[in-house]
């Protein structure tokens, strides 16, 4: 069984710019959900893919976007970066949408 | 929508003493609730959760209590040792529907 895998680790984007980020789900798990961890916060949900449709959705602008893939891996794209978008980028996996399993992270860096 | 409230936000404990760290939630219509534990530069890892019909689990050191009536769960690490120094996070989200509410982290500190 492998766990849930980010890339890349480590990105530092300019304001204004886009992004993508990617998300290999655990084997076996059917849900992918997004969070965004500023510095020193806890993880706030952005939005949650079931099946490749989008189940729900926290509260972050439509320039925050993403897919799910019939391998149930998943992207997440933010168009028009800006200042407070540095943070970290968690996904996480899970079968029933509880017990979710978390990948190491994207580190988001916008200058 | 949820809101979760989580103290104290700094706990600084002797090896061998026990840790209390407590969570309150706004939505009842939440009905599971996880804790993860992060340490510094690592993912958030599951350690325990609970669901709304239950109103204690234990795994080992760590138990978890569930007050639905009040709104509020707690977490209880016994037997502290330095290893379990980490930022613990509670959370809350509708059963089944999986869009965590996370608290606002505690910082645990456990002394040799």
């Known amino acids: 069984e492998t766990g849930v895998t980010q890339s890349p680790t480590h990105l530092i984007k300019t304001r204004g710019q886009q992004v993508t980020l990617r998300c290999s789900s655990q084997?076996?798990?059917?849900?992918v959900s997004w969070y965004q961890q500023a510095l020193g916060q806890g993880p706030q949900f952005i939005f949650q893919?079931?099946?490749?449709?989008?189940?729900g959705r926290g509260n972050f602008p439509p320039r925050f976007s993403g897919l799910q893939f019939p391998n149930y891996s998943s992207e997440l794209n933010v168009n028009a970066l800006e200042l407070d978008d540095s943070a970290l980028y968690l996904c996480?996996?899970?079968?029933?949408?509880?017990?979710?399993?978390f990948g190491p992270g994207t580190r988001l860096t916008v200058t | 929508g949820e809101n979760v409230e989580q103290h104290p936000s700094t706990l600084s404990v002797q090896e061998g003493d026990s840790a209390v760290i407590k969570c309150t939630y706004s939505?009842?219509?939440?009905?599971?609730f996880p804790w993860y534990k992060q340490e510094l530069g690592k993912r958030p890892q599951l350690i325990i959760d609970?669901?709304?019909?239950?109103g204690e689990k234990k795994d080992q050191r760590i138990a978890v209590t569930l007050n639905k009536t009040a709104k509020h769960f707690s977490l209880h690490i016994t037997e502290t040792q330095p290893e379990d120094s980490a930022v613990y996070f509670c959370?809350?989200?509708?059963?089944?529907?999986?869009?965590?509410?996370f608290g606002q982290g505690t910082i645990l500190t456990v002394h040799p």
């Open positions: 084997s076996g798990h059917n849900t």
């Open positions: 609970i669901r709304s019909n239950v």
């Open positions: 959370a809350a989200s509708p059963y089944g529907r999986g869009k965590l509410t």
């Open positions: 939505d009842s219509a939440s009905n599971y």
């Open positions: 996480a996996s899970s079968w029933t949408g509880d017990e979710q399993y």
């Open positions: 893919y079931y099946r490749e449709e989008e189940n």
